[in-house]
């Protein structure tokens, strides 16, 4: 009996050890915020479609995620060890494609390396390479025959180049165009890369942007998307900076556009009021006022302005813009927004009012194309502790699927 005795006490004390962890758990949950989203006015039944992602301190100095949507919340805690290894923190458009095609997903959940349409699901990584790599990595799921071709590219070695990294996904017909920001001893570029799925070689290959010093460039696309996008945008900042404060001050701001096929290029008129210094820097910049959305052929410039939203309409085709559209908003609704959210195909804002005052929150979701207010929902916290205050719960994104 004695050999016994080592494992006998190895097994009672991680017996013991589990059990003080889910005990804690549970009581500590117990203390934990639940969020409800309670629908107000819905002009075109999206609501059960709706995915607000945020966090919370959870009073052990430490912050929770979770995923709000109409039905329910999603408590990240409550997930055992291996659902968070098993992309549970995914953006829902890679979760469903992980969900609907497990095998050809596996080690392949980064949305930027990812493309999808009808019939097939295109993968390209890896996501970063250095020197002496030199290669795409490519995966094509043909979703209807449910076959999947794997494709080494190599990429031609240059002078001066030191690595580069995947920004964007597209793929029209037998052609895949990878963007990328590549970084050379001399400065940086932004390039596109054409793959010829057939000939499983780089047909082509455009430099977009060489960017001097105390310049950089960003991608406005909204960063969930993972369908077709006919026109690429981006922007270019110059910037000047103090060197006793050490703040920048943006001098020259071109926002341009690129059509995915026919790889024309133009610099795009920026409305009147667009202020160059407060506009956002991508599409996770939920403080700034002024942002952009990319839907089809249209770029939308959205600026907050005191008591109400003004939308110009860009039409990337024409390469025309448009007559300035207006979004009232009731004052308190104006002064409390928290956070501003490129909400797929459309744009959203979160506000602290409410009838709790500051323990619930609303969200506002716009319909661009007629300049409304199509969704108004609460978004009510309960089972909060005293100690559980308001600004300890932040909103990160939104989702419309």
């Known amino acids: 009996m004695k050999k016994y005795w080592k494992p006998i006490i190895l097994f009672a004390i991680i017996l013991v050890t589990f059990s003080i962890y889910y005990v804690y758990g549970a ?39 979770f995923k709000l949507t109409a039905q329910d919340m999603m408590d990240y805690s409550d997930l055992g060890y291996l659902e968070r290894l098993n992309n549970s923190y995914s953006h829902v458009n890679t979760a469903k494609l992980i969900e609907d095609y497990r095998g050809f997903m596996r080690g392949k959940n980064e949305r930027e390396l990812l493309y999808e349409d009808e019939g097939r699901v295109v993968y390209v990584g890896p996501y970063s390479q250095g020197k002496g790599k030199n290669k ?37 017909g037998d052609k895949i165009y990878v963007f990328t920001s590549n970084y050379y001893r001399d400065g940086e570029q932004l390039r596109v890369y054409e793959i010829d799925i057939n000939e499983e070689k780089i047909t082509d290959q455009k430099t977009l942007e060489i960017l001097p010093a105390d310049s950089y460039y960003s991608i406005l696309n909204n960063f969930g998307n993972i369908k077709e996008e006919p026109y690429l945008v981006y922007k ?45 820097n991508n599409m996770y910049d939920v403080h700034s006022s002024n942002h952009y959305v990319i839907k089809d052929e249209f770029i939308y410039f959205i600026i907050h302005v005191e008591d109400r939203i003004d939308i110009y309409p ?12 207006h979004i009232p908003l009731e004052p308190t609704v104006s002064e409390g927004v928290v ?11 979160i506000s602290s009012v409410g009838e709790n005052g500051s323990n619930q929150r609303k969200l506002f979701i716009i319909d661009l194309d007629n300049a409304e207010i199509q969704y108004e929902g609460d978004i009510k916290i309960t089972n909060a502790n005293r100690e559980m205050l308001p600004y300890l719960i932040e909103f990160n994104d939104v989702y419309i699927d």
């Open 339 to 349: 956070g501003y959210f490129a909400a797929g195909e459309d744009f959203s804002f």
């Open 236 to 280: 270019v900042e110059e910037n000047k900076w103090d060197e006793e404060t050490g703040e920048g001050e943006v001098i020259s701001l071109e926002v341009k556009s690129y059509h995915v096929q026919s790889g024309e290029q133009r610099t795009i008129t920026l409305p009147p009021e667009w202020d160059k210094n407060i506009d956002a």
């Open 136 to 172: 795409f990595e490519v995966a094509i799921l043909d979703k209807v025959k449910n076959e999947e071709k794997d494709v080494t590219v190599k990429i031609a070695e240059e002078a001066g180049f030191e690595y580069m990294y995947i920004e964007e996904i597209q793929a029209a």
């Open 314 to 325: 860009y039409h990337l085709e024409k390469n025309e813009l448009g007559e300035v559209r």
């Open 27 to 65: 009581l500590a949950k117990e203390e934990l915020p639940e969020l409800e989203l309670v629908t107000v006015s819905d002009k075109n039944n999206i609501a059960e479609n709706i995915t607000i992602e945020g966090n919370y301190e959870n009073g052990r100095m430490s912050w929770n995620e």
